[in-house]
């Protein structure tokens, strides 16, 4: 067997170059492109960057950062990292205004610099070391996870979009560390509703809605579990129908494991506090930028589609799909059947065949107990042995009786 250009060709008079296309044929056949445009989500992933400390932390610190950028057909998100990484700190990465920010599609709204808090036994996790960062997915379904190390927790967050998503939705989980008993858990959301007020000398009137009630600054409301599903975050001044401000934000609430909490509305920022059973391990939410739309067009937008968003999200399996589709046995089954029909052609390829066995069930099996990292792992490893497979196939066929 001699291999030309990528491709196996057995160099054996039987068989004539027409029938080897023929067999190439029914490998890579795929139905033909439909005619109109499938839409799809991309990731990008700036990749870790550091500078010196401004006014994020000591003057002289490292601070590393990093950002991820999550387009629909319809909206474009972006989230940003920033911790310090100085050896001072030990596992701690302070940010003076937050580590995980949300800069478009407006800097208000969802904080830029920081609206996002997973607080566990009362310390958040989000300012913990970063076990890693990576994109899951993209095309179909648009992905990426980001993993903190919590003194008390393995704790991870993926965000993910559909292509026809306005909003992104939101799969947080807390495995406890052995010999750690996790208390509590509060999600903290930090939202400036459509517009930086005392920034820019400013006096607006924030509100919070929910499907239960709407309450206006200064105040607290206390959230009910099972009633308020979703949380819609604006402002009667700022208001996009006034030609001010930037439009309202919201988020919509899984109510799996969520036992109430509560929401300060203050004159400047509105600050959330969701609070889930410890035991769950893992709570959903999905957040949504109104930017461009009127209070009253929001309002609608969740009175028409706040229910059907809550359902999609809590139906939502966020595994990458090649995860979702592997049965270990099946796939084992497989690649031994080829390796067999392959023969002495497929010999080269045995020993990275045998290994991506052992390391996708190594993978699939800590996939199984919840661990994000090996199943981004895992995920890779099925996309990057498609090749190899492809291979193995045609072996196969060329040396079917």
């Keep these: 067997m001699e291999i030309q250009g990528g491709i196996p060709v057995r160099q054996d008079a039987r068989i004539a170059a027409p029938a080897i296309l023929l067999l190439l044929s029914a490998v890579l056949a795929v139905p033909a492109p439909a005619a109109e445009t499938t839409a799809t989500v991309s990731v990008r992933d700036s990749g870790v960057s550091t500078h010196v400390a401004r006014y994020e932390c000591t003057p002289g610190h490292t601070i590393e950062t990093r950002s991820f950028n999550i387009e629909s057909g319809v909206r474009r998100y972006s989230f940003g990292y ?89 799969h947080i989980q807390w495995i406890p560390r052995e010999g750690a008993t996790i208390n509590s858990v509060t999600v903290k959301l930090i939202t400036y509703p459509s517009y930086f007020t005392t920034f820019n000398n400013r006096v ?41 401000g930037e439009g309202p934000c919201g988020v919509v609430i899984g109510q799996d494991g969520f036992t109430g909490g509560h929401v300060d509305i203050a004159a400047y920022p509105v600050v959330s506090y969701l609070d889930f059973d410890p035991a769950a391990g ?32 809590v ?17 084992e089954a497989q690649m031994n059947e080829l390796l067999a029909g392959a023969a002495d052609d497929g010999e080269a390829l045995r020993p990275k065949t045998l290994q991506l066995i052992a390391d996708v069930k190594t993978h699939s099996q800590s996939s199984a107990a919840g661990d994000w990292e090996a199943e981004a792992k895992l995920a890779k490893l099925l996309i990057d042995s498609e090749e190899m497979l492809w291979k193995l196939k045609v072996f196969a066929l060329l040396n079917k009786e």
């Design 204 to 244: 607006g009137d924030r509100h919070c809605m929910t499907p239960r009630t709407d309450q206006q600054q200064v105040s607290r409301l206390d959230l009910v579990a099972g009633e308020d599903t979703s949380l819609l975050f604006y402002d009667t001044v700022f208001d996009v129908a006034r030609g001010e």
């Design 315 to 331: 139906a939502t399996d966020f595994r990458p799909e090649p995860v979702q589709k592997l049965t270990f046995a099946d796939f």
């Design 82 to 170: 920033s911790g310090c990484v100085d050896p001072s700190h030990g596992d701690e990465r302070p940010s003076s205004e937050g580590n995980f920010g949300m800069p478009t599609p407006t800097r208000c709204n969802y904080y830029a610099a920081g609206f996002l808090g997973i607080i566990i036994n009362g310390k958040d996790a989000i300012r913990h070391r970063v076990i890693g960062m990576q994109t899951l997915e993209t095309g179909e379904r648009g992905s990426f996870q980001a993993l903190f190390a919590h003194p008390d927790a393995t704790v991870g967050v993926r965000l993910l979009m559909y292509p026809d998503g306005n909003h992104v939705l939101s």
């Design 282 to 313: 893992q709570a959903k939410m999905a957040f949504y930028d109104f930017s461009g739309m009127t209070n009253a067009e929001a309002m609608e937008y969740f009175a028409q589609h706040g229910r059907a968003d809550l359902e999609r999200l």
